[in-house]
């Protein structure tokens, strides 16, 4: 009896995710979809949520040609909801679903996130030099130009002005949202992310 209520102190609880039908109901994913991924997650995450380092990890599984640490805390940040610094499975698809699946507007909330790292509503060069960077560590020898300080920030000078509409130094979700409706590249790379799932 003692073990047993010490090992039920050691042990966090286990989060169960809503059923099936309701999350198929709240995302852009089939039912069949979703157990998929969720015998992945749960394989990788047996308690139900997965915090930074997990994540991590889970990222270096997908790009074994590069070093994912730095994207994949980006991308964990730009989910991450609850002060316990952990992400249950129904954050964790609400995520794929807008990244994979969503309007252009929904992506580019997404990605304005993502790229907006101090939250103050608005992209720096800096901020976009940052999350460019972490793409070519995780992408490493897969990148095109090569992976590098230089390429990043070569990347960065070409389309950071194109973004900027109005010249003021800073991108805002609006600038975001209409570069990408624009940029046919940047969309492509958008609907690229509905095959990696």
């Not at 749960?42 to 990890?57: H, I, L, R, W, Y």
């Not at 991308?75 to 309007?103: P, T, W």
């Amino acid at each position: 009896m003692q073990e047993e209520i010490e090992e039920s102190v050691l042990l966090p609880p286990r989060h169960r995710p809503e059923p099936p039908a309701a999350l198929a109901a709240a995302t852009r994913f089939s039912q069949h979809e979703i157990k998929l991924m969720y015998r992945g997650f749960k394989q990788e995450c047996p308690s139900g949520v997965v915090d930074e380092e997990a994540f991590k990890n889970i990222f270096c599984q997908f790009f074994p040609l590069g070093d994912a640490t730095q994207y994949a805390r980006l991308v964990f940040n730009s989910i991450k909801r609850k002060q316990d610094g952990r992400v249950n499975f129904e954050e964790f698809l609400s995520l794929a679903s807008l990244a994979a699946r969503g309007s252009v507007r929904e992506q580019a909330r997404w990605l304005f996130a993502l790229y907006d790292a101090d939250g103050d509503g608005r992209i720096s060069r800096d901020e976009l030099l940052v999350v460019v960077q972490a793409v070519y560590d995780l992408l490493g020898r897969a990148a095109r130009p090569a992976p590098g300080a230089r390429a990043a920030q070569e990347h960065v000078d070409r389309i950071f002005h194109l973004m900027d509409a109005d010249g003021d130094g800073w991108v805002s979700l609006e600038e975001l949202s209409c570069w990408l409706r624009r940029s046919a590249p940047a969309l492509a790379s958008l609907r690229q992310l509905d095959t990696v799932l």
